[in-house]
């Protein structure tokens, strides 16, 4: 039975905490595709293969930011030789953790153990005890295999790898200290279990993989965010570390706009958005003259055309349930110009395959979402957030309280069903991070990509 649009906003308002899954009405198609979006209104040296080429000084680099000790600490500790075979075991155990007791000079270290203790000796734990806080913080694949990844992980700051060597000596207890770098999010644990269990190489590769993803986001993902895994098709609300609601996604074509992976933040909802129209279609396919010659079609299609002087239109589309945005987008600035948005073609949602758009992220339910996210951010309350939901006017309501969202790829993980399952690989992503797992670990990793940042502002046509 069809709802009315002001009983079906309300029940969303009054469950939208409870995560309701509350399916908004189908509308008509849009005139034009939907993801074409430029909203209007938008508040000398050592020997190589040496030692000190490898690990040039056992010296940290300052750390300036926020209230951090800029003082670098040394990255050579005194290793007594119990201490040194704690580390030996954690070492030949760390296959548990997806990752090669090769990479860390092992048998270098058991040799210097036998010596006794010596300069050798803490040179060389102190080394594997650094690679290791380097992998297990960081990830193990280097920059350059992680494609169109664009996140700042900030655990190399939470966690500095002076203060966890001073911690592991001091204390003994070099598992225990290295076990403070997990990841937290259930889906490392689970993807621990299933590589404890499983025999087939290929199958264990992936997990090693997908295990080695989540330790290139931040440990931590907070209390409550947002993170949608783009080969799964599918958003996810999480509060107080439970899934409230999740949402079917349509996501970016295989290519130059596949979307980015981002960790970015929810700075307001705008509810019946406006979208400026790129020249490429104004002008390339002549969408300004036909505005201004044709005003009843402009009209019911939505469009508003302005003329300059020097003949130049442009064409904003006005908020309404044919506007190619929908009925909402989530503020999130980033230079890539990626948001989560609704969608007037709700129909392509259940499609099985939904890599349809050019980049940014097209999500089911789109308005229970806005809602949602308008409370829990503090921005409004029900009674308001239902107001500006049904004004159809623009109207941006700020997120007070922070809302992390995470744009993720994970080929391995659990679905909506709570299954460890896997996932078509749409974008090819895998292949470079498997190859680096056959590879000999990298040191001096960069910490930041240099690859090109593909900012979403021209035809974004399906």
Known sequence: MRMTAGKWIAGVAALAIGGAALAQQAEPESLLPEDRHNEAEVEVGP????????????????????DL??????????????????????????????????????????????????QELDELASRSFVWLVEDLRDGRTPMDARKQWFVVDPDRDRFRTADLLEQAVASGD????????????????????????????????????????????????????????????????????KIISTYRTIVGKPGRTATPQLAEKVEGVIFNPTWTVPQSIV?????????????????????????????????????????????????????????????PSRGLFNADQRALSHGCIRTERALELAITMAIL???????????????????????????????????????????????????????PVLASLDQPRVSNRATETDEEVVEIIDDLRT
Do not use: C
């Open 69 to 118: 000790d800029a003082t670098p600490k040394p990255l050579i500790a005194a290793w007594s030789l119990e201490k040194a075979d704690a580390l030996v075991q954690v070492i030949e155990g760390i296959g548990a953790e997806g990752l090669d007791p090769k990479d860390y000079d092992l048998q270098a270290l058991r040799t210097a153990i036998a010596s006794g203790p010596s």
């Open 377 to 431: 951010g503090k921005g409004a309350t029900k009674e308001e957030a239902v107001e500006v939901a049904t004004s159809g006017k623009y109207t941006r309501v700020p997120i007070e309280r922070e809302m992390p969202v995470y744009i993720t790829y994970f080929t391995m993980a659990s679905d909506i069903d709570g299954d460890l399952a896997t996932f078509k690989d749409i974008y090819g992503r895998d292949a």
């Open 283 to 343: 002008k390339g396919e002549g969408l300004g003259a036909k505005v201004l010659a044709n005003p009843a079609w402009a009209r019911r299609a939505g469009y508003k055309a302005v003329k300059g002087a020097n003949g130049y239109i442009s064409v904003v589309q006005q908020p309404g349930p044919g506007n190619s945005l929908g009925m909402m987008k989530l503020d999130m600035p980033n230079p890539h110009a990626i948001f989560l948005h609704d969608t």
């Open 174 to 241: 070099i598992a225990g200290t290295l076990a403070q770098l997990d990841p937290t999010h259930p889906d490392y644990a689970r993807l621990k279990e299933e590589l404890a269990k499983t025999e087939d190489s290929a199958r264990r590769k992936l997990i090693r993989a997908n295990m080695d993803r989540w330790r290139w986001l931040a440990r931590d993902l907070g209390k409550q965010y947002l993170i949608t895994n783009v080969p799964e098709y599918q958003l996810r609300l999480t509060v107080n570390d």
């Open 47 to 66: 020997k190589p293969g040496s030692f000190e080429a490898a690990f040039p000084n056992m010296v940290s680099e300052p750390v300036v930011q926020g």
